[in-house]
């Protein structure tokens, strides 16, 4: 089993950022895919940015440019650092661990005010 502790969400003016912080902890393995997705309302959940243990990294075209995510494989932490930030940007972020088998975090709340 992996656990994942979500972190860093909160409520932000249009333009603002955040950073979101996940810490994976439990049956890790050394080669991983970590990332965040969100579910905004009424929507479908969908990917924001995801990261491969040896650093490698995909987004959505809605977020290039002003999300950054990142890891810390010694932590076996992944962060997202969000920039720029608009009022479409929000909804429940979700930490993602695949290891060959997906884990989800709880979900942490962020809301963009315009």
């Known amino acids: 089993q992996v656990q994942l502790v979500e972190s860093g969400g909160g409520l932000v003016q249009a333009g603002g950022s955040l950073r979101l912080s996940c810490a994976a902890s439990g049956m890790i393995f050394s080669i991983n895919t970590m990332g965040w997705y969100r579910q905004g309302p009424g929507k479908q959940r969908e990917l924001v940015a995801i990261?491969?243990?040896?650093?490698?990294?995909n987004c959505a075209d809605s977020v290039k440019g002003r999300f950054t995510i990142s890891r810390d494989n010694a932590k076996n932490t992944v962060h997202l650092q969000m920039n720029s930030l608009k009022p479409e940007d929000t909804a429940v972020y979700y930490c993602?661990?695949?290891?060959?088998?997906?884990?989800w975090g709880q979900g942490t709340q962020v809301t963009v005010s315009s």
């Open positions: 990261i491969t243990s040896n650093g490698r990294t």
């Open positions: 993602y661990y695949d290891t060959g088998r997906g884990y």
